[in-house]
């Protein structure tokens, strides 16, 4: 699998937007990248995916670089309940490569 | 079930007692992994099932690991002859496929003193 570069940690103001950074410059034209975050005290939970477009859901967007070296999670109004570790993962989907490889993540703190 | 059930929640083990945990994956879905999470770290991949066939377990660290899911829904993770070094969370997740998005539980904090 692709490895992916994160920053350590991030902080961001309750109601404003969070911006995730993730580099993964060695990605394969069929490789997804994929996010998941996990809360203190649970598992990870996923929250988008996207091949080559930018994707929206209820969560989050996310948004890739035409090159698809990185990509940004968007989290539009960051609550405190966000405050987790975020992973970006990249992953092949439906040809092999079973497992998904998380990395050390982007610890967010949101902050009242 | 509504979600990926994993028990005990919380289990303490003397070094070189053997232990089980316990996976309930989301009923249909045939894909169930076990991953193991230190302290402060990401989930590291242990091994990978398709229904009741094991078809990865490169990521188990010794043959002291072993992992079953003989009828393709509950899965079991053995640990034997507990290490201190074993101490983390377990956590098991499952999907529709291997292609789909995970669904994990809440894990198995392993504590070996």
């Known amino acids: 699998d692709a490895k992916t570069t994160q920053p350590t940690s991030m902080d961001c103001a309750e109601g404003r937007a969070a911006n995730l950074p993730c580099n993964h410059s060695t990605i394969s034209g069929n490789e997804y990248v994929y996010w998941y975050r996990q809360i203190h005290s649970q598992g990870p939970q996923y929250i988008i995916h996207g091949l080559k477009n930018n994707e929206t859901n209820e969560m989050a967007s996310l948004i890739i670089t035409e090159d698809r070296k990185s990509s940004t999670l968007i989290l539009p109004h960051a609550t405190l309940r966000d405050t987790a570790v975020y992973y970006c993962?990249?992953?092949?989907?439906?040809?092999?490569?079973?497992?998904?490889?998380f990395g050390a993540g982007t610890r967010l703190f949101v902050k009242a | 079930g509504a979600g990926v059930s994993q028990s005990p929640r919380y289990k303490v083990a003397k070094r070189g007692q053997d232990v089980a945990l316990r996976c309930d994956p989301i009923s249909g879905h045939v894909s169930l992994f076990w991953y193991q999470q230190a302290l402060g770290q990401g989930p590291e991949f242990l091994t990978y099932f398709q229904n009741e066939a094991q078809l990865d377990k490169s990521g188990l660290p010794s043959d002291r690991f072993f992992a079953e899911r003989p009828e393709g829904s509950v899965s079991t993770l053995k640990i034997q002859r507990t290490q201190q070094e074993d101490s983390a969370v377990y956590l098991c997740a499952s999907s529709l496929a291997r292609d789909r998005q995970y669904t994990f539980g809440s894990g198995t904090r392993l504590t070996v003193v």
């Open positions: 993962i990249v992953r092949v989907d439906g040809t092999g490569g079973f497992k998904t490889i």
